[in-house]
């Protein structure tokens, strides 16, 4: 999960994993996987950062099982 802000300044938290493909058109749009759109206010490059860390740190956390 990474935390984005919208447009009008609203925090929320994003489940990283349902990410399709961002766009930089100058904002930054993120297509999930169903299709739907968000828009934000993080530049294309914190987006991708913040999918990335996210992606590396959730195999290092081990599980509860």
């Known amino acids: 999960m990474i935390k984005l802000t919208r447009i009008g300044g609203e925090e929320f938290i994003l ?14 749009f993120i297509t999930l996987t169903g299709g739907e759109r968000v828009v934000v206010a993080e530049a294309l490059d914190e987006v991708v950062r913040r999918a990335v860390v996210y992606q590396q740190t959730k195999h290092l956390i081990p599980s509860c099982e």
């Open 15 to 28: 489940n990283a994993d349902l990410i399709q493909y961002v766009e930089s058109r100058p904002d930054t």
